[in-house]
């Protein structure tokens, strides 16, 4: 199984501030790591596919870097409706897709 | 658009079985794969399988072998997720959601359902 293991687990930041969230996966997985966020209640929402592809209707202040084992999602200049718990996902095995732990970020 | 619509919560007591439905519309059901994902409460995301609604073909977590069986019924485009032996550990909410391929981004999800286990 391909563990991810995202930090920081807890992030706590001012609005307008950036905000880093890393994934890093126990072996390589290319460029086939994804990301998500879900806020309290609801359901999770696709941010980023294949490390660095945005998707249609997410603002452009999230994006996406990494290959191989290491991965980083950027949020610009954080807004208060970030407040969210962000995942990564990976895809390479066709076994078992796995996810990362969650990173919350809360807005001070 | 595309909609995963799901069942509505249960309480279960341990040892039994529990069976969640996920009504998909908006797209052609045959098209995407559908993944079963739970989430224990204040818990992270954990994968429990995979179903082709084209085929029926499904692929299972290791934990879960054995113990979870996914089907489909493309009369009605919903797919089904049963897990039985059911313990307090299981009390989750559980998600259908689609991608495209099996190895693929997890495009849209189901509003989730609460599967409380306890006695």
């Known amino acids: 199984e391909i563990v991810l293991t995202q930090s920081p687990d807890f992030q706590s930041v001012t609005p307008k501030e950036k905000v880093t969230i890393t994934c890093r996966a126990s072996q390589s997985i290319g460029s086939s790591l994804h990301w998500y966020q879900q806020k309290p209640d609801q359901s999770p929402k696709l941010l980023i596919k294949y490390a660095s592809q945005s998707i249609s209707g997410v603002p452009s202040r999230f994006s996406g870097s990494g290959s191989g084992t290491d991965f980083t999602l950027t949020i610009n200049s954080l807004e208060a409706e970030d407040a969210a718990t962000y995942y990564c996902h990976q895809s390479s095995s066709l076994l078992e897709t796995t996810f990362g732990q969650g990173t919350k970020v809360e807005i001070k | ?119």
């Open chain 2, 1 to 119: 658009q595309v909609q995963l619509v799901q069942s509505g919560a249960e309480v279960k007591k341990p040892g039994a079985s529990v069976k969640v439905s996920c009504k998909a519309s908006g797209y052609t059901f045959t098209s995407y794969y559908m993944h079963w994902v739970r989430q224990a409460p204040g818990q992270g995301l954990e994968w429990m399988g995979i179903i082709n609604p084209s085929g029926g073909s499904t692929s299972y977590a290791q934990k879960f072998q054995g113990r979870v069986t996914m089907t489909r019924d493309t009369s009605t485009s919903t797919v089904y997720m049963e897990l039985s032996s059911l313990r307090s550990e299981d009390t989750a909410v559980y998600y259908c959601a689609s991608s495209l391929i099996a190895a693929a981004p997890i495009d849209y999800w189901g509003q989730g359902t609460l599967v409380t286990v306890s006695s």
